[in-house]
Each structure stands twice: as structure tokens, then as C-alpha cells.
């Protein structure tokens, strides 16, 4: 069993939609998370990290995480078409550097 | 300007030829990683390292060595190359702990034939 699920979509949704993307994990050290944003032919870019289960706001992104449950969310409100990318959650374990990806869920917004 | 920077961007080459794909940081950052990135599997850790001279293993080290014999360089090694390590290579740093943003260079495209 990989240590991060993550659907790989694609997911096409028209502009201004609410998009949700979303990753399970099987380990419950886990104890932050993040969202990587990656333009084709670019390196991930950072969006959100969050340390602890609840929500975080940042514009029209929100990650959510729920420990409990092992599972992770992205929201994006109002959704542009330069916000099609692929979406990689990550997670770690504080004060280790060693990092987990999702394999990615791939967006497209259409004008 | 602040960045990671890897070289070549792109490498064709043949099975068992040595490599090295080159990657630098200019931030002072005190980790660095390496990661491939397939199809369907997503980014996985091949090596990272907390400091000079200190690196570790990832999740896929097979096949791969790295070394930091200064801060800001961080190259990985491909002694003998096989057509499974055809993929997509990145290198990132980040600032301390691993609780930070890593920050990613642009990507080595490596074709192993």
C-alpha cells in the first residue's frame, strides 16, 4: 500500500467553479501536510502547508486536514483557468527530511 | 534572484554510461533532496541531506549516489545507468527541519537507453 493516495483525475471544471482535491495517507505520523502546485514542465511550486488537523485560508485556496480520518483536502473557490495544473499533496514527519507525494491530480479549468 | 538550479535539463544516454546531474541552491539552505517523478507514482525521495557531509537514504536510493561536500551543491551520481531510471529528476532545498518550504529547480529529463 503506498503511503499517500491521491486520484490522478484528470478533473475539467468550468471557470469559477469550486474545486476539491483530495489525498488519504496510512501513516499516522504524519504530522504536516502540503499541497504543491506544478505547471507542465515546471518544478512543484509551493500553495498551502498546514501542521495539525483544521482547517487553513489562503485567498481562494483552503487546505483542510483531518487526522482522524487520515485525509487531506485542497479547496479552490472560484477557480481560474491558470489555476490548471497538477496538484501534488506531500507529507512529513517534523524534523525529519523525508517527504511523501501523492502522485498528483491533474486540473484543468476551462474558460 | 533566489532559485535551485539543476544541469543538464535534459540527458539521453546509454546503459552503464556514468552521470552526473549537477544541482546548486543559492539560498544557504541546509537541505537538500533528490526526487524522481514517473507517471502514476508521483515525486519520490531518492536521497536528501541535512547538512554538509551528513546525507541519507529515501524511499529509491537504488542505483544512485549523492554527495554535499559543500553547502550549496548537491549533485546525484549515476554510476552505471539503466533504462529504469529514465525519468524526470528534481533537486530542492529548504531552509531548516523539514517542517519548511522546499524549494524545487526546474527538472533533469534523463532518458537511459
Known amino acids: 500500500q503506498k503511503e499517500v493516495e491521491q486520484d490522478p483525475g484528470p478533473l475539467s471544471v468550468p471557470e469559477g467553479a469550486i474545486v476539491s482535491l483530495n489525498c488519504t495517507y496510512s501513516n499516522s505520523a504524519f504530522q504536516y501536510f502540503m499541497w504543491y502546485r506544478q505547471y507542465s514542465r515546471k518544478g512543484p511550486e509551493l500553495l498551502m502547508y498546514?501542521?495539525?488537523?483544521g482547517n487553513k485560508e489562503d485567498g481562494r485556496f483552503t487546505a483542510q486536514v483531518d487526522k482522524s480520518s487520515k485525509y487531506i483536502s485542497l479547496f479552490i473557490r472560484d477557480s481560474q483557468p491558470s489555476d490548471s495544473a497538477t496538484y501534488l499533496c506531500a507529507m512529513g514527519i517534523y524534523n525529519f527530511n523525508k517527504f511523501y507525494f501523492g502522485s498528483g491530480t491533474k486540473l484543468n479549468v476551462k474558460p | 534572484e533566489a532559485q535551485v538550479t539543476q544541469n543538464p535539463r535534459y540527458l539521453i544516454t546509454v546503459t552503464g554510461k556514468k552521470l552526473t546531474v549537477t544541482c546548486s541552491q543559492n539560498?544557504?539552505?541546509?537541505?537538500m533532496s533528490w526526487y524522481r517523478q514517473d507517471p502514476g507514482l508521483g515525486l519520490r525521495q531518492i536521497y536528501y541531506?541535512?547538512?554538509?557531509?551528513?546525507?541519507d537514504k529515501g524511499d529509491v536510493p537504488e542505483g544512485y549516489k549523492v554527495s554535499r561536500k559543500e553547502k550549496r551543491n548537491f549533485p546525484l551520481i549515476l554510476e552505471s545507468p539503466s533504462p529504469n531510471q529514465t525519468s524526470l529528476y528534481f533537486c530542492?532545498?529548504?531552509?531548516?527541519?523539514?517542517?519548511?518550504?522546499?524549494?524545487f529547480g526546474p527538472g533533469t529529463r534523463l532518458t537511459v537507453l
Open positions: 539560498m544557504n539552505h541546509e537541505y
Open positions: 530542492a532545498s529548504t531552509p531548516e527541519g523539514g517542517t519548511d518550504t522546499q524549494y
Open positions: 541531506s541535512m547538512n554538509v557531509e551528513v546525507t
Open positions: 498546514t501542521y495539525s488537523s
